[in-house]
């Protein structure tokens, strides 16, 4: 129920060896919401799921999901927490061999011991939901992106979880297929009270859908907020961002040493 928190993200600190990746992550994400992690390539934002999921552990600090502790799982911790969890990769990663229906069949059969009519049942619905029951007999390359993309939401939302992550769902989509991905994620989250989680560059798009925004800079919360917020914000990061302004705290360059140092200039050359 909204105001209920199913994620909650506490002094969270993730490194790669000496090569710090977040430092001092605080986020909640409530029941019922969509969320939406922003932030410039490279930031973290894609690292932040791998931690929901488990996949990764934090080097410091807690990630708890539904009040329990991810990064304390064992093995079957993680499988169980898992099975309540859908995700959405970048560019769907449908299995390519198999049908539109047996993809979207293939967790039910991997984690159930459900019958086969039933999982038929199950997966015609759960196609029929993101508009595509029609297209179950085909196979992945005769899927345009946006279809691919909805058959894997499809997927992600087939054990029926709580909590859904999605990896730059948009990316190369077409404005109808953004436009109607965006509108199955807001409705998809309404009617079956899921919690979704969003890491998206698309800024317009995300901001008609979303109920709050975290933006991730330097490895940190740079702001939040709803969406109305965010578009009147005085922060000068959410505003380069919004706006994709090239000035601004976001940098172009990355940092290194001086150019006279690399190039040698002022050195006396022979």
């Known amino acids: 129920m909204p105001g209920d928190h199913l994620v909650d993200i506490r002094n969270l600190e993730f490194a790669y060896g000496a090569r710090k990746i977040l430092t001092g992550i605080n986020m909640t994400m409530e ?156 409705r998809l989250t309404d009617t079956l009270g899921l919690t979704s989680v969003v890491v998206t560059h698309d800024v317009a798009e995300s901001l008609k859908i979303v109920d709050r925004v975290f933006f991730v800079a330097d490895g940190r919360i740079a702001a939040s907020g709803t969406p109305d917020e965010v578009r009147h914000t005085t922060d000068d990061f959410v505003h380069q961002f919004i706006y994709g302004e090239e000035d601004g705290p976001m940098r172009f360059h990355f940092p290194g040493g001086s150019m006279q140092a690399d190039f040698g200039l002022g050195r006396g050359r022979a």
């Open 31 to 186: 029941r019922g919401q969509v969320v939406a992690i922003m932030g410039g390539s490279g930031c973290g934002k894609t690292t932040l799921l791998k931690l929901i999921s488990g996949m990764l552990r934090p080097t410091s600090g807690e990630v708890l999901v539904n009040g329990e502790a991810v990064h304390r799982m064992d093995t079957d911790g993680l499988a169980r927490h898992r099975r309540k969890l859908g995700v959405l990769f970048q560019f769907g990663a449908l299995f390519t061999d198999l049908s539109v229906f047996d993809n979207v069949a293939f967790p039910l059969r991997e984690h159930t011991d459900l019958p086969e009519e039933l999982i038929r049942d199950l997966v015609l619905l759960k196609l029929h939901s993101v508009g595509l029951r029609g297209a179950h007999a085909l196979m992945p390359h005769q899927l345009s992106g946006g279809m691919a993309r909805r058959v894997a939401l499809a997927r992600a939302i087939a054990l029926d979880p709580g909590l859904v992550l999605f990896d730059e769902p948009f990316t190369g989509l077409d404005p109808i297929s953004l436009t109607v991905t965006g509108n199955l994620i807001r």
